[in-house]
């Protein structure tokens, strides 16, 4: 089992940044691979980024290219995720997800999930 906790949403001009954490308990942190996904109200779940166990790969939907940045810390067992230049359609609920295998872009190769943390975004 893995438990995550994410943290670090809130209300946010357009234009702007905030840093959304997410801390893992349970499992051993570096072998899981983790991701950031993300929910506005009436669409489907999608991606937002994924990060390899040591950190040295990363992926990002095109969405979000160029603005957002994902890392992790082992030691810490943390992934965060930077949000800069934020848009009113960045607006969701923003969930962090971990997997040891499968493809990393899509929800169904997720076990574990976080409760979600909400990030609006005024214009």
């Known amino acids: 089992q893995v438990q995550l906790v994410e943290s670090g949403g809130g209300l946010v001009q357009a234009g702007g940044s905030l840093r959304l954490s997410c801390a893992a308990s349970g499992r051993t942190f570096s072998n899981y691979v983790m991701a950031w996904f993300r929910q506005a109200p009436g669409k489907e779940r999608e991606f937002v980024a994924h990060?390899?166990?040591?950190?040295?790969?990363?992926s990002f939907a095109d969405s979000v290219k160029g603005r957002f940045t994902i890392s992790r810390d082992n030691a810490k067992n943390t992934v965060s995720l930077q949000m800069n230049s934020l848009k009113p359609e960045d607006a969701a609920i923003y969930y962090c997800?971990?997997?040891?295998?499968?493809?990393?872009?899509?929800?169904?190769?997720?076990?574990?999930w976080g409760q979600g943390t909400q990030v609006t975004v005024s214009s």
């Open positions: 997800a971990a997997t040891t295998s499968g493809s990393y872009y899509v929800t169904s190769a997720y076990r574990y």
């Open positions: 990060i390899s166990r040591s950190g040295g790969s990363t």
